[in-house]
T-cell receptor, first 116, second 115 residues
Framework: DGGITQSPKYLFRKEGQNVTLSCEQN?????MYWYRQDPGQGLRLIYY???????QKGDIAEGYSVSREKKESFPLTVTSAQKNPTAFYLC???????????????FGPGTRLTVT | AQSVSQHNHHVILSEAASLELGCNYS??????LFWYVQYPGQHLQLLLK??????LVKGIKGFEAEFIKSKFSFNLRKPSVQWSDTAEYFC?????????????FGTGTRLLVSP
C-alpha cells in the first residue's frame, strides 16, 4: 500500500524542547515538502527537498530544520527557536520538483503538534 | 504582495444547493491553478487542476472550475452539493517562475452541507 506516513498523529511538548516529526514515503518520489497549516491561514511551505542530501528553505523556515539522508524520509525538527510551534504539519511528496511538467504533490495525514 | 485569496471562510449550504467558492490570485506571470479538498479526518487531495487550454475544467465528484485570466480568478463550482461534500477547500497556485514546483495556498473555505 503506497503512500506517505506521518507519525505520530498527535504530539505534545513543553516549551523550550526540540521535537522531530517523522515523514516517510514509499512512492519512490524524489521531491518532498513540509507545510504548516494554521486556522485561517492555509498551508505555508517550510522546507522542500528536490533530491537526497539537498534541501531548501521555503517561506517560513525560521525555527525549523530538516534532513534528507534517505530518499524515503524527510524528518522535520521544530526547534525551541520557533516562536509559535503549535500547528498542524503536513508532509508531501512528488515525483520530482523540477519545472518540466507538473508532478502532483501527494499529502500525508499530518501531525498535530501542541506546545505548552 | 503576491498571494492567493479565498474570500469565503465559512459556507453553509443545504443539500442540492449550488456552490461557488471564489479564488483570486495576484501573480502576474504564468501560473498553474489547483483546487484541493480536505475531508474530515482525511488527507488533502487534488480536486482539479488547470494548466492551459479550455478555461473550464472538470474535476472529481462533479466539481468544476473556471479560469478567468482577466480577473485573475479560478472559482470552484458544483451545481448540486451533497452532505458528503462537507470539507475544507483550498485554492492553490503554482507560479512558473520560482524554479521548482512551488504551491501557494489560499486560506481555505470550510463548507458545511446540511442534510
Amino acid at each position: 500500500d503506497g503512500g506517505i506516513t506521518q507519525s505520530p498523529k498527535y504530539l505534545f511538548r513543553k516549551e523550550g524542547q526540540n521535537v522531530t516529526l517523522s515523514c516517510e514515503q514509499n512512492l519512490n518520489h524524489d521531491a518532498m515538502y513540509w507545510y504548516r497549516q494554521d486556522p485561517g491561514q492555509g498551508l505555508r511551505l517550510i522546507y522542500y527537498s528536490q533530491i537526497v542530501n539537498d534541501f531548501q528553505k521555503g517561506d517560513i523556515a525560521e525555527g525549523y530544520s530538516v534532513s534528507r539522508e534517505k530518499k524515503e524520509s524527510f524528518p522535520l525538527t521544530v526547534t525551541s527557536a520557533q516562536k509559535n510551534p503549535t500547528a498542524f504539519y503536513l508532509c508531501a511528496s512528488s515525483l520530482t520538483a523540477g519545472t518540466r511538467g507538473w508532478n502532483e504533490q501527494y499529502f500525508g495525514p499530518g501531525t498535530r503538534l501542541t506546545v505548552t | 504582495a503576491q498571494s492567493v485569496s479565498q474570500h469565503n471562510h465559512h459556507v453553509i449550504l443545504s443539500e442540492a444547493a449550488s456552490l461557488e467558492l471564489g479564488c483570486n490570485y495576484s501573480y502576474g506571470g504564468t501560473v498553474n491553478l489547483f483546487w484541493y479538498v480536505q475531508y474530515p479526518g482525511q488527507h488533502l487531495q487534488l480536486l482539479l487542476k488547470y494548466f492551459s487550454g479550455d478555461p473550464l475544467v472538470k474535476g472529481i465528484k462533479g466539481f468544476e472550475a473556471e479560469f478567468i485570466k482577466s480577473k485573475f480568478s479560478f472559482n470552484l463550482r458544483k451545481p448540486s452539493v451533497q452532505w458528503s461534500d462537507t470539507a475544507e477547500y483550498f485554492c492553490a497556485v503554482n507560479p512558473l517562475n520560482t524554479g521548482f514546483q512551488k504551491l501557494v495556498f489560499g486560506t481555505g473555505t470550510r463548507l458545511l452541507v446540511s442534510p
